[in-house]
């Protein structure tokens, strides 16, 4: 008996349950898309570590853990750390104006205009090539652990993956990310402490893995100073949070959610990381790095045990694509649709759009993952662009004044030719193109901004200076302020 058929078979007919009874509650588009505003801790909280723990954190850290060592945590400190400081500061603001996406809060400040960029930006250029990057991931354990073919794997996953977001929307998606934290949590530690037994101990851990791979800043200042801007600038925009944060109760709920969440993925993500580092003790050099996660898996435990394991790692995989799938959804039904094409929409039409766009996003995800298989290089291109181009346009929103729409539209197309051109050119001197991508976002959105006047439509504010004029939670009772 295939064991690890099993406990995934179960595993996924336990999520549909969920699914199915949660879709009840969807009737309409605020239902679907932010659970009409009532989400709890638990669903939050788990929701983010199932979101965070995706195929780059359990896949791709322990290929970095092989390949790079602890060096690759100060990606876990970037994230976590730039997270929890962005929302000590911002979160409150964010779940006051009840933005449904990043790109509303261009919206509403700068015009509508400034907001199509943004919106194209993350649904297509993160959303979707990060959903291919799941796909990959699963593929790969279908892959390790049955004689079904790769591209099958693919196949199968975007089929599992696109059922359960088109049945539930947020509610859905939610409530089974709760669910697969624990089983995440316990797969991550059970897969760690085995291993780390496996070779010996602790003690002979430290022993027997190279030097350089226990040594930080093995890798070198430059190198780590890329790793750490690659992943830390991202989360101050990373929509997925924005919106975990909008859809909370209250602001109390959604930032503790938030924070707890993301300190529980970074032990996680560092977990990974050593596991990496015992597969250089176990596995020959040569050895797949994207492989030694599930390799750890299949080897080293009892297919009664390992079937387990391996849902852990399906659950992270499965979470992340659902949660990329409907965040996307959401920029092209509220940012794109109603934004340009139709405004006058009813909620009904919308919620269609919501799961037409989910469709539309997974297609092309499914086209991604069939032509790229390097899981880490397709996160690195869709962190990085989306970080040059949206950190200090909102950075502005929230703390510039004098910021203006042309300043924001000019900086956000500059950083992303300045980052493809960086790209292109092989990243001279070593460094990664988010910086000077960031560098020239800054340079223009300052140099147009004190250039050009603010257009009739801004409404000219720096949120965060007037954040006690956003007393209520209602947006229809917030009032952006004057100068």
């Known amino acids: 008996m295939n064991w690890h058929l099993v406990w995934i078979i179960g595993f996924l007919v336990l999520l549909f349950v969920v699914s199915l009874v949660a879709t009840r509650t969807v009737k309409t588009a605020d239902n679907y898309i932010m659970g009409d505003f009532k989400m709890g801790f638990f669903p939050i909280c788990g929701s983010i570590i199932a979101t965070v723990t995706g195929s780059a954190a359990l896949i791709g850290g ?55 960029l943004p919106a194209l930006i993350i649904a297509f250029m993160y959303m979707t090539p990060t959903f291919g990057m799941q796909l990959v991931g699963m593929a790969s354990i279908l892959s390790s652990i049955t004689e079904l073919p790769y591209i099958w794997g693919i196949l199968l996953g975007f089929v599992v993956i ?27 530690a059970l897969t760690f402490i085995f291993g780390i037994i496996y070779v010996g101990g602790p003690t002979e851990f430290v022993r027997s893995a190279p030097s350089d791979l226990l040594s930080f800043g093995s890798i070198g200042t430059t190198e780590m100073l890329n790793w750490f801007l690659v992943f830390g600038p991202f989360y101050i925009v990373w929509q997925t949070t924005w919106q975990r944060i909008t859809a909370a109760r209250s602001v109390k709920t959604g930032m503790s ?32 790095p994207d492989s030694v996660y599930t390799m750890f898996i299949v080897d080293l435990f009892p297919d009664w045990f390992g079937g387990l394991l391996m849902v852990s790692l399906l659950a992270a995989l499965l979470t992340g694509a659902t949660s990329f799938l409907l965040s996307g959804a ?23 759009v919501s799961r037409l766009s989910v469709a539309a996003m997974a297609f092309l995800g499914l086209l991604i993952a069939l032509l790229i298989e390097d899981i880490i290089a397709i996160y690195q291109v869709a962190l990085s662009f989306t970080a040059a181009s949206l950190v200090m346009p909102v950075m502005a929103a929230m703390f510039w004044r004098r910021a203006t729409k042309a300043g924001v539209i ?28 960031l560098v020239v976002s800054a340079v223009l959105l300052v140099a147009v901004s004190l250039g050009t006047a603010h257009s009739p439509d801004e409404k000219v504010t720096a949120y965060f200076h007037d954040r006690k004029r956003l007393g209520s939670e209602n947006p229809e009772d917030v009032t952006a302020g004057a100068s």
């Open 162 to 188: 696109i059922a359960f977001t088109m049945i539930g929307g947020l509610p859905s998606v939610a409530w089974t990310d709760a669910i697969q934290t624990v089983v995440i949590l316990a797969g991550v």
């Open 257 to 288: 959610a938030v924070i707890v969440g993301f300190i529980i993925s970074g032990i996680i993500g560092v977990m990974a990381i050593l596991i990496g580092i015992a597969g250089v003790q176990v596995f020959p050099a040569e050895t797949n």
């Open 330 to 352: 959401i920029n092209i039904s509220k940012d794109i649709y109603q934004g340009w094409v139709n405004p006058q929409a009813d909620d009904e039409r919308i919620l269609k």
């Open 410 to 437: 000019v900086s956000i197309v500059g950083a992303v030719a300045a980052a493809l051109l960086w790209r292109i050119a092989g990243q001279p001197l070593g460094i990664h193109e988010i910086g000077p991508g």
């Open 62 to 116: 322990a290929a970095q853990g092989f390949n790079l060592g602890i060096s690759y945590s100060i990606t876990v400190i970037s994230f976590v750390g730039f997270t929890i400081v962005s929302m000590l500061l911002l979160g409150p603001i964010i779940r006051r104006l009840k933005l449904y996406t990043l790109p509303d809060l261009f919206a509403r400040r700068f015009g509508k205009a400034s907001a199509l």
